[in-house]
């Protein structure tokens, strides 16, 4: 007899995303009749599979399910939602077939697929799911499952194999980004799904406790500290309709039209909601007033961006972001109250959100054993997030291209990130802002 069990969905730790792990309570695992190790159906809008996994003693008797931004994605839910799910079989799979979401790379080689087993092993699939695949230096490319054998949910082994299904047509490329991407940023991750997500994806429980949902939400802070990184993940994460503005373009590439474009934005979001808009350099768009040139036309854009937010009414479900490096040259008048009245910081990231982010940045790379990422966090004092990515990427290229130029190596199919290159990637990336700052 199949045993379903009602869980809420819950955020999963860094180091689990692309194992296709569901941390649950031992408690709500007997339910189910589960053990460790057992495969699991989670069916939110659509139904995908993971394997079970303890979770710690915080979680007990909280009736939640753990799983990452790619099993969220694969059973069309979100955080804090509520799915169903049961224990199924547990079959290995003998083969899967699969076709790139992403067709702006050549396709892979059949060598590259013979190794698809060795990475993904232990991972839980079903048809429908997309799941990330890690290529040579850790960057990854999206698939989606068009069929298994045996049919329904199989977990893949080293001798899974792997057919690849060409595509015949192109489409632009997915780009992912789920709330475990984000590194060193959980009060302001918190801070933006309460003021964004929650007020538009619960919008009726907020009109019967007759709290107002806020009209936008200004996002401040040092360029690279993840402002439009946070952003893309609420765009991926939630099934709002979400509109992304670049504040130039709009005074440059619509000189002259930029109030209709402004209210074709508007009316969009309108029309679309529940919406986000995300307008990046906002300050472009409503810099101080009196200061601007062009025969007054920032000033009307100006105008025009105020009255669109202040037509918005409490019941439009349209929220709007906006993101700068420049608080300073922001119109006093777009953080009254009714407006962007919601103000969030985002500081230069201490040693501890700076090991985050190198946690992040390195779950996927073969690091070697003298690879301390504590040092390295203490070693980056004063760079943001989008420095230690790109310090992570350099490490990468800087082991490939000495794997390539010694030949005793290059045989070896081991790539391993070493110490030695994160140090040269770091004085890279200081050479790099050194020159940008002269």
């Known amino acids: 007899m199949e045993i379903d069990s009602e869980l809420k969905v819950a955020e999963a730790l860094a180091e689990d995303v692309g194992k296709g792990w569901a941390r649950l309570d031992p408690e709500d695992i007997k339910a189910f009749n589960g053990v460790l190790g057992d495969l699991i159906e989670i069916r939110g809008a659509q139904k995908t599979v993971a394997r079970i996994t303890g979770t710690f003693p915080e979680f007990y008797g909280k009736k939640v399910i753990q799983v990452d931004g790619i099993t969220r994605s694969n059973a069309q839910t979100n955080l804090g939602e509520v799915v169903r799910v049961k224990k199924i079989p547990r079959k290995t799979a003998t083969t899967i077939l699969i076709s790139p979401l992403d067709f702006t790379h050549v396709l892979p080689e059949e060598s590259e697929l013979e190794q698809f087993a060795k990475v993904l092993q232990g991972v839980p699939v079903i048809l429908g799911d997309k799941i990330n695949i890690p290529f040579l230096g850790g960057k ?36 992912p980004v789920s709330y475990e991407d984000i590194g060193g940023l959980g009060k302001e991750l918190r801070l933006v799904r309460e003021m964004v997500e929650l007020p538009l994806r619960y919008a009726e429980a907020f009109e019967r406790l007759g709290i107002e949902a806020p009209k936008g939400v200004l996002l401040y802070g040092p360029p690279g500290t993840g402002k439009t ?22 005074i440059h590439k619509f000189y002259g039209e930029s109030e209709a474009r402004l209210r074709e934005i508007f009316e969009e979001a309108t029309r679309k909601a529940p919406s986000v808009i995300f307008i990046d350099e906002i300050d472009a768009l409503v810099s101080v007033r009196g200061s ?31 993101a700068t490096n420049r608080e300073d040259l922001l119109d006093p008048a777009l953080i009254r109250a009714g407006r962007l009245d919601y103000v969030l910081q985002f500081p230069i990231p201490d040693e501890k959100d700076r090991l985050e982010i190198f946690q992040v940045h390195t779950r996927e790379r073969p690091l070697g054993d003298d690879t301390d990422l504590t040092k390295l966090a203490k070693s980056t004092e004063g760079m943001v997030g989008s420095q230690i990515a790109l310090i992570c990427r350099s ?23 070493g110490i030695k290159h994160f140090q040269e990637a770091i004085k890279m990336v200081q050479k790099k802002e050194e020159s940008s700052a002269c």
């Open 140 to 175: 990854e490319r999206l698939f989606n499952v068009e069929a298994t054998s045996p049919s329904g949910g199989v977990i893949i082994n080293q001798k899974t194999k792997f057919l690849l299904k060409k595509p015949d047509f192109s489409m632009e490329a997915p780009s």
């Open 229 to 250: 990184l946070i952003a893309r993940a609420i765009a991926s994460e939630t099934k709002l309709h979400f509109i992304r503005v670049n504040g130039p373009e709009i």
């Open 292 to 322: 601007g040139s062009h025969e007054g036309a920032p000033e009307r854009v100006a105008s025009q961006f105020f009255n669109e937010l202040d037509n918005l009414s409490d019941h439009s479900q349209v929220i709007v972001l906006g």
């Open 395 to 417: 490490a990468t290229m800087v082991a490939i291209a000495e794997l390539i130029h010694t030949p005793e190596k290059r045989p070896s199919t081991h790539l391993f990130i």
